[in-house]
Every structure is written in C-alpha cells, then in structure tokens.
C-alpha cells in the first residue's frame, strides 16, 4: 500500500508541471486558434536556461527559475512576431499554422542543441525530503505542487474577475467580434503569448530541476499538453490544469503498477484515444485543441 500513496504523491508532482504546462499551451492556443506545436520549444528553453543558470551561472533554484521564465516569455514573443502574427495578416489556414509553428518548434530545440549540446544536463543535487505519512516528497517535488495551486488560483482570478481575464476569452471566444468592438489591436494576442510562455518556462524549470532535461524534453511535454487541451475542451478556462494533473497521476500510475518504461507511451495512448475519440477534420481538431 505504501507504494501505491507513493505513487500517488509522484503523480500529484508530476501532474502539477504537467498542468503548468498544459495551460501554457491552452492559453496561447486558443489565442492563435490553432496547434501551439512551439510550446514544447518554450518548455524546452525553461528547462535547458534553468539548468544553465543553476549549474554553469551558480543561482539558487528560485533564480534559476525566473531566469528561465525570462528566456521562455522572450522566445515566445519572437515566435509571435516571426511566426503567428504574420500568418494571421495573411488569413493562413490552420494547416499552414501548424506546420510553420512546427517549424519554430524544430528551430528553437536545434538552437538548443547547438548551443548546449544534445546530452542531458543533470538536476538539481537533492535537498531535504518531506515525510507524508508512508510517503516521501522531494523538496522540488514540493515546489512544483505550491507554484501550480498558488498558479491555479491566481489563474481563477484573473479568467473570471480582472478585466484582462475576460479580455483574453474574449480573444479565445470570438477575435473577430473582439477586433470590432475594440479596433485592431495585438494586445490581446501579445498578453496571450507571454502569460502562456511564462507557464511554459515555469514548468520547464520545475521538471528539469527535479529530473534534469536537455533539448528534446518539449516533445514530450508538447504531446502531454495537446492531450490536456484536447480533454480540457474549446473554452478558455483552467481546466486543461486539472487534465494536466490527472495525466500525471496516470502515468505515475503506470510507473508504479506496469513499469517506468511505459510511462511515456501513457500519454501518447491517451492521446490517440482522443483523438479517435473526437474523429475530426484536421481544422477542426485544431480548433477543438486551441
């Protein structure tokens, strides 16, 4: 029994920066209205920066960790002003946003990679462990779940009670009705970006923190995210947090009950489920991920 509660306070660590993840991701793509595929980049930078400010720079970890929520919200923007604002003028089709968001994805972690290298950089070295009951949470473990409640609540607050928050669903909602009422503006779309990518970046600082990273986690966290987005629904609320932690639970639940190998093929079946699931054009499916 002391193994499946294990199990359980893994799966709440590793779903809280899944769920950071995932309304990163639900947040800039229900903007853009289509598939966000650069977001794994953006949580790729977090982690990669992360690393590189804590082991080569010699930050402390909460540093570290805004340091590498700067880098994600400046490669987010740059993929907003090179990447989706263009396409936008231009009326592009879902397809063509999704292969040229595709290609950010690809340009960022081949920066990475070139930049850093390919290999794995190492976590964080331990810290002091909280003892729950049968189980034992690392003291980053800890932070993950503090920073998504306290991002959860904030995010509540913000969708549902500040003016920003319905100015941004309105974006996700309806733009063109948006653009009449208001006029032509970006903001919406630049606010979408950073509030998006600064979750990305948390997220990929957490993980690789904990587990280590290196250019090639935001494939993974990419696919993770589009699952919660798909499961959260088309509406712009924080429900792809609460699918991004059941998915952590799940798969710590396949660690703990099949084996750590299958944990990444979890999401991945899941995610295909739902997509058979949805049987959708791929325009459509675009816009039920966003």
Do not use: K
């Amino acid at each position: 029994m002391s193994y499946l509660v294990q199990a359980l306070v893994n799966g709440l660590a590793l779903g809280s920066v899944f769920a950071l993840s995932a309304m990163g991701y639900a947040i800039v793509s229900h903007s853009t209205r289509g598939l966000h595929v650069a977001h794994g980049g953006c949580v790729a930078v977090g982690g990669v920066v992360s690393l590189f400010a804590f082991h080569g720079l010699g930050m402390p970890a909460a540093p570290a960790t805004l340091a590498a929520i700067a880098a994600a919200v400046v490669v987010g923007g740059l993929v907003e002003v090179l990447v989706y604002q263009p396409l936008a003028r231009r009326a592009a089709d879902a397809t063509g946003g999704v292969v040229a968001s595709l290609g950010a994805f690809l340009v960022i972690t081949g920066t990475l990679s070139a930049a850093v290298g390919a290999r794995s950089r190492p976590p964080a070295p331990s810290a002091a462990t909280i003892q729950i009951g049968p189980a034992v949470l690392g003291q980053t473990q800890a932070a993950q779940m503090l920073v998504a409640a306290v991002a959860a609540v904030l995010l509540l607050i913000l969708l549902r009670v500040l003016p920003l928050g319905r100015l941004l669903r309105a974006q996700a909602d309806d733009p063109e009705l948006l653009s009449v009422l208001e006029g032509p503006t970006t903001a919406p779309r630049w606010i979408a970006t950073s509030l998006g990518a600064s979750f990305a970046g948390v997220a990929g600082a957490l993980a690789a923190l904990d587990v280590g990273a290196d250019p090639g986690v935001g494939l993974s966290a990419l696919v993770t995210a589009v699952g919660a987005g798909l499961l959260a629904g088309r509406r712009l609320t924080a429900r792809p947090m609460a699918a991004g932690l059941a998915l952590g639970v799940l798969q710590s639940g396949v660690a703990a009950v099949v084996s750590v190998r299958w944990t990444p093929a979890a999401a991945y079946v899941l995610l295909i489920a739902v997509l058979l699931r949805h049987r959708a054009h791929p325009d459509r499916l675009s816009q039920e991920a966003a």
